[in-house]
């Protein structure tokens, strides 16, 4: 069981990546285009957290803090729709890779706005991602997919950004502003798809990826920022960097070039250390202040 508030946010965070990870397999699998996707998943998305929310009598939560809810909600559902529309527009792996550079917007934006310092071995961590993921660049290229990395590059401003705003207000309630993220991107999508002209295979995997696997991911990231410095939860969005490159490679046979191996095994090398080394400090202020544990 952990043991402490950096303990319980490193599960959490590293849980949400996993799941997130098989999102471009399932958007794949789904074989429709990006806004009738954006709209199924969203929509159903906000139907089992709003339900959720209802039950657990969650929604008048939103009055603590209205504004900066409104706010979080707007990015994460700017963040699912240029997501689909980013995978739908370049390879998986062009997408996952660009995403990584959420640490950056992070570091800069809880700087500018927090006044929250950044830990060396975070930064030096996100420079080694950073060289890992110029070796996929380099490899896969860029030429002919500029829409679909520009809306990658956004989502990972979104992300940076949302994560940023949850470490200033963790009072907001996850669960709610999720579910109403899901709402907006649906209401944004639904003038360009087509959600019922589909089969039942392909709303079976919408329906996983809208009632399951998003919902888990959103709220265990968005959680652990509670416990985590945003930089830090960021910087584990380059797991899905490789995970989500593994996934359409094993299963639809996206085949990514040998540079892209070297840089996923750079970045979950240097993940790796810098989780070890995470836990090694917070062991070492325990051992100081037994009585911060579970704190």
Avoid at 145 to 163: K, Q, S
Wanted: charged share 10%; net charge positive; hydrophobic share 55%.
């Amino acid at each position: 069981m952990p043991t402490s508030h950096y303990q319980r946010g490193l599960v959490m965070v590293v849980l949400g990546v996993v799941f997130l990870s098989f999102d471009g397999l399932l958007i794949r699998l789904a074989h429709t285009d990006g806004w009738t996707i954006v709209f199924w998943r969203g929509l159903l998305m906000c139907c089992v957290l709003g339900l959720v929310c209802w039950a657990g009598k969650r929604l008048a939560m939103l009055s603590r803090h209205p504004v900066s809810s409104l706010a979080s909600a707007l990015l994460l559902g700017l963040i699912s729709s240029l997501f689909v529309l980013a995978v739908m527009n370049a390879k998986v792996a062009n997408v996952v890779v660009i995403l990584s550079t959420a640490p950056l917007f992070a570091a800069l934006f809880s700087r500018i706005f927090l006044g929250e310092s950044v830990a060396l071995r975070t930064l030096v961590a996100i420079a080694v991602c950073m060289l890992g993921m110029s070796l996929v660049f380099m490899g896969d290229g860029a030429m002919g997919m500029l829409a679909g990395n520009l809306y990658a590059l956004a989502a990972a401003a979104a992300i940076g950004g949302n994560l940023t705003l949850l470490r200033r207000y963790p009072a907001i309630d996850t669960m709610t502003v999720i579910a109403g993220g899901g709402l907006l991107s649906a209401a944004i999508a639904l003038p360009m798809a087509s959600p019922l002209t589909l089969d039942a295979e392909r709303y079976g995997v919408l329906a996983l990826m809208g009632l399951i696997q998003m919902p888990l991911a959103t709220v265990l990231i968005n959680s652990a920022t509670r416990y985590l410095p945003s930089t830090e939860v960021a910087l584990f969005y380059l797991v899905e960097t490789a995970l989500g490159t593994l996934w359409v490679w094993w299963l639809l046979g996206e085949t990514p070039g040998a540079s892209t191996l070297m840089g996923g095994a750079v970045v979950i090398t240097i993940l790796v250390l810098h989780a070890w080394r995470g836990l090694h400090l917070e062991r070492q202020r325990l051992e100081l202040y037994p009585e911060l544990v579970g704190k």
